[in-house]
């Protein structure tokens, strides 16, 4: 059933025993998967995915910063940009099955089902899984497709120092990961990449099929609140320049904010840290950080500047002095319409509903907006949990995408 | 003109050189002075005073959990319950020189002052020296204070087992301090504590005495607030269950309390940490402490129960779990009104202004109010810094302090 209305439809089982055998490599005697970028187990993923791109009769390149493309080459089309699909392998820590795999994987299913069935596409297609999505080990996070696109200089990338105090590039050697293509040696025609949601929309709705025409904006500082240690006891409140206050009037500050902002912000504090950090000492210092996103450019610098004449205030009311450090910022993407257009009308010709929706995570596709008319479909998470061994998509909406997709493909390189 | 105002007065130099020297033992290389309760510098320190006292003729005692006590016994007054000063030597790391050892000082300045002069107390003077008054190495503070009042086992303080790993009663025998009286062994007539203020009250008002009427009630909670880790950008704000904002939450509502107090309530969140403590992860865990004081203990009462009322709120609207654990609760203490207005007294016969004050630190003679009457005098802490080397009391008004301590003193115990 879940084939047999699609004009064309992939090998359901071969991507569902892909995606577990894919998702055993990396997983500890705890049963927790963890796969970070350039790791032993990020190797293991690799070989594996290389061994099936060959077997699918695909030509592997490794460019320098890692990234892995496997490319199907037609008999006349080799002159032609590529269709390129992908996502990334590596993981976070204690990760789930889907997130970055199911795009890879699908990809690979869709070349190969393409191939069985004797398509001849006018250009190449390509399916690529670029390094260190995560950014858990090495930052930033999106880097093999920010390097891809140009946006970060190879050796800067490679230079990166892990949170473990290794180097990317001597990490990348050492696992043989180390390619010798220039990354962006093949210029994509057009990129989709096809990912589970990571949040609760889809599945909230009951409908399958995301087309995701934009991606949010994400800005982080790490601000550092300096006030005066003293004693808990004999200062009077009205004598205190309480670092720890400050931050949490700005945590408080931003979820108010984000409550009206009609859900287009949202804000969050993950980090904090105060000094002394003493039961009865008054904090000298609080460093947190903040994760602000919003689909809008233009919002976002309205929040971030709602943010910075917010903490000018609070310098003065709280008698502490605030700096604040941009540690990433990567401004909101528009997705290419036609290719959006194209997902929500093969979704309605095979009788599935669609939504229109706005990416909130990151993903890789945001890098290679730069370099190419892109876009991403989105498959339904349970709950929205991801980044959680909890993380999980139903075979069937994983079928569903990867046939969405498929037909996408055929449409974007038939003759 | 600082001692020729006073009916009896101290030997200046001498209080002076003590705490000089005493204020010597215990400092680094760094020049940072650190004299944790039975380390190494404790002992140093302890070995000195016991060698003054001695020199004063004082026979001095050592209980169980290490208080060291010096007795002036009168030929004529062995059987009457003395009349006891005192404080406490140990101190903070990188700390003043001041606090405490002012106190025991002085009280050493005033019986041996007495003696010298022929005076013939009623009932014998002795002054103490508690063990762990500061519980930087083990808690609770004012341990020593606390057994000898019998609020707390000697053979569980002895158990008390030190931030660094060891165990008190062990290091208590190693430096020589473990001595054999029970503690309590002698059931004071009255207490009297001199102190520094360490808070800018006496500093601000240019008043050179402080008639300590009572003592701030002291709580400590450690607050555990359980969220659901989720990711920062695809979760929408109103599905978030962020343990972090609700532990700011709980740090402004505990100000706002606190500025609605009229000075009477002062709040500290003085530690936090948020777990996993990830850039863009919501926090599933913020554990954080609150140190709550009030000088009233129906009104320290009332904000333990509003704050619990307001945790109770704060877990239903934001989705989140929280238990709190009591760390430290000392009820506030009342001291003896005849004593604060001999203070008062003494002061003004000598031309000083003194004014009625609250204690908002905690010391030895809220413990030792429990056993006797009690009462403490403060002088002035240049801007209120304590805990810190930059604490400092000028050398006149550490003069005029032992002085009006010495006076109360003779007329307590003259004929």
Request: aromatic share 6%.
């Amino acid at each position: 059933m879940t084939n047999s209305q699609f004009n064309l439809s992939i090998n359901s089982n071969r991507l569902l025993d892909r995606l577990q055998e894919l998702g055993q490599m990396g997983v500890d005697n705890d049963k927790k998967r963890t796969r970070l970028a350039a790791s032993d187990t990020d190797k293991a993923g690799r070989d594996l995915l290389v061994i099936w791109m060959k077997e699918a009769g695909l030509e592997v390149e490794i460019d320098r910063i890692g990234n892995i493309l496997g490319v199907w080459y037609g008999a006349e089309n080799r002159k032609k940009a590529p269709l390129l699909l992908g996502s990334h392998i590596d993981t976070v820590i204690n990760a789930g099955m889907y997130d970055g795999c199911y795009g890879v994987l699908a990809g690979l299913e869709v070349i190969t089902t393409l191939k069985e069935k004797g398509f001849m596409p006018t250009r190449p297609i390509a399916v690529a899984a670029f390094t260190n999505e995560e950014g858990v080990r090495y930052q930033p996070d999106m880097m093999g497709s920010l390097v891809y696109a140009g946006g970060l200089s190879v050796d800067d990338a490679l230079s990166a120092i892990g949170t473990d105090g290794t180097r990317l590039g001597k990490e990348l050697e050492r696992i043989g990961y180390a390619g010798t293509k220039e990354p962006g040696f093949l210029k994509p025609h057009v990129y989709i990449e096809l990912h589970i949601e990571q949040g609760p929309i889809l599945d909230k709705l009951g409908v399958p099929i995301g087309a995701v025409e934009n991606l949010q904006g994400i800005t982080w500082q790490r601000i550092t609140i300096e006030g005066v240690a003293n004693h808990a006891g004999t200062t009077p409140t009205e004598m205190r320049r309480d670092a720890g206050l400050a931050a949490a009037r700005v945590i408080t500050y931003l979820r108010d904010r984000a409550n009206n902002s009609n859900g287009s912000t949202v804000a969050t504090v993950g980090t904090i840290d105060f000094k002394p950090n003493a039961v009865n000492v008054i904090p000298s210092m609080a460093t947190f950080t903040v994760d602000l996103r919003n689909p809008n450019e233009q919002r976002l610098q309205e929040e971030e500047q709602a943010l910075a004449g917010y903490l000018k205030e609070l310098a003065a009311s709280e008698g502490v002095s605030i700096t604040s450090e941009q540690l990433v910022r990567f401004n909101p993407v528009t997705f290419d319409q036609t290719i959006v257009k194209l997902i929500e009308q093969v979704a309605s010709d095979h009788g599935l509903q669609s939504t229109r929706m706005t990416s909130v995570a990151g993903h890789d596709a945001q890098m290679i907006a730069r370099i190419c008319p892109t876009a991403m479909i989105f498959v339904p998470s349970i709950d929205g949990i991801s980044h959680n061994p909890k993380e999980y998509t139903k075979d069937l909406d994983l079928i569903l995408g990867a046939n969405v997709l498929l037909n996408v493909v055929s449409q974007l390189t038939g003759k």
